[in-house]
């Protein structure tokens, strides 16, 4: 049968086309082995993940730790930055009340060091940056959505419908502001390891500069500390930053992983352990981070601990934010996939209910905003959200050492949370 002929290389073709197809959407291929479209795909993403590098570190918690020349960060693949001229430093650093240059009971935010200093340095001029390895590619539901948020699981605190609370089972439990201009957050966060029950569920502690509606066209600007198996391989506690200026439809990503923030420090790797962690019962040890917005510029500046201004989310990224950010958040996120039908026993924080108080309980303190006189303040009005307070919560409270503070995080899975 003549026929026969078309009929199979039209299957070959529409297989072939289907195999392309079925590689944007998600990694199949593995399960039948990969295959060498799937191969292409993957050195294809590997290559805009991981710019040449000066020289490399090996960690030893096990990732490779590129310093990349700054004027070869993927930030510059994007085609509105292809003349841009870096910013050396910002034109303005908001102080307020609690100011880190001024505080003594903050010693332990410059002990904060990542692993990967163990084994070297990265020369000046060049931005650390964690190697994307095959695996990590392959870990991911889709390569096309590495190093991207799945839902749009952004905190919604101003929602009642019960619809939408557990949206995705992404669980929260934050301190929040609105209803103001805000040009900036700050807040020093306890650091934690939490158990992750399961490799593609995460916990997170972080702040959320927020603009716009809980809509289609969210802006976020995020930053904090993540457990994260599938983005990383491990369980290990992680610096880390994400920006959507779409409600994390197209635009956005963690760390360097797409083009948006332009980094200038070199000792700093987002996406890169940090250590030391907190001990129950023990020692106890936080980050300070700040973001801000630069009145002149415009672009939203982030730094860590007292001496490392990372860099800064160019102004043009969004669209709200542009502007001002309507609300700040502040807390922790896990995401439930319901294991076994039963609530995910993933914890939140230090894995321990509010009430349970310092160095059990996980904990925000001096946060504070960067109100319209582009000065650090305390929050007013400040409220509190939880989807499910049986499993995660949270417990504002205010002193004089620590300002603005709240307890939060839970054990996930108990038995009033099942
Ligand atoms: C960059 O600069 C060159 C030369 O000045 C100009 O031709 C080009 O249009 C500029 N590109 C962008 C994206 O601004
Ligand atoms: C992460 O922790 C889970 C249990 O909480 C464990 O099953 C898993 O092996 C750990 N993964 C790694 C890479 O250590």
């Known amino acids: 049968m003549a026929a026969h002929v078309n009929v199979g290389r039209r299957m070959v073709a529409a297989l072939a086309l289907a195999m392309v197809a079925c590689l944007s959407c998600a990694v199949a291929g593995r399960v039948g082995g990969p295959g060498e479209t799937q191969r ?35 930030a510059f ?88 609370l557990n949206e995705n089972g992404h669980q929260h439990a934050i301190a929040y502001v609105e209803g103001d201009k805000y040009y900036g957050a700050k807040a020093t966060i306890n650091v934690w390891q939490p158990k992750i029950q399961q490799t593609n569920e995460f916990s997170l502690s972080q702040l959320w500069i927020l603009g716009g509606s809980f809509g289609q066209d969210l802006n976020s600007i995020e930053a904090g500390w993540q457990v994260s198996p599938e983005l990383y391989g491990d369980n290990n506690t992680r610096l880390f930053t994400y920006w959507t200026s779409d409600a994390y439809q197209a635009t956005g990503c963690y760390n360097l992983l797409c083009s948006g923030f332009i980094q200038i420090n070199n000792a700093i790797a987002m996406g890169a352990s940090i250590s030391p962690i907190s001990n129950y019962d023990g020692s106890q040890y936080d980050i300070s981070i700040l973001v801000w917005k630069d009145p002149k510029e415009g672009n939203w500046w982030m730094q860590f601990g ?5 860099g800064y989310w160019p102004s043009f990224l969004f669209s709200y934010l542009a502007d001002s950010a309507s609300m700040i958040e502040w807390g922790g996120e896990v995401l439930n996939s319901d294991p076994d039908g039963e609530h995910t026993s993933t914890g939140m924080g230090s894995g321990h209910f509010p009430e349970e108080g310092y160095s059990k309980a996980s904990y925000f303190r001096n946060i504070q905003i960067v109100d319209g006189s582009n000065h650090l303040s305390a929050p007013t009005g400040v409220g509190s959200f939880t989807e499910q307070s049986n499993c995660y919560n949270v417990q504002n409270g ?10 939060y995080g839970g054990p996930g899975r108990n038995s009033n949370c099942q």
């Open 40 to 74: 292409l795909e993957v050195r294809r993403h590997l290559k805009r993940f991981n710019k040449a590098p000066v020289k490399s570190i090996k960690s030893p918690d096990g990732d490779t730790i590129d310093c990349v020349h700054v004027s070869h960060q993927p």
């Open 398 to 407: 205010n002193n004089g050492d620590w300002g603005q503070y709240f307890y």
């Open 77 to 164: 693949d994007h085609p509105f930055l292809k003349n841009h001229t870096i910013q050396t430093r910002p034109n303005f650093h908001p102080e307020g009340l609690f100011d880190d240059s001024k505080a003594t009971s903050d010693k332990k935010t410059s002990s904060m060091a990542q692993p990967w200093h163990q084994n070297g340095r990265c020369p000046e001029d060049t931005i650390p940056i964690r190697r994307t390895t095959r695996d990590d590619v392959l870990r991911a539901s889709s390569i096309k959505r590495y190093g991207r948020k799945k839902h749009k699981s952004f905190p919604n605190p101003l929602s009642v419908e019960p619809d939408l």
């Open 306 to 310: 007292r001496d490392h201004v990372l």
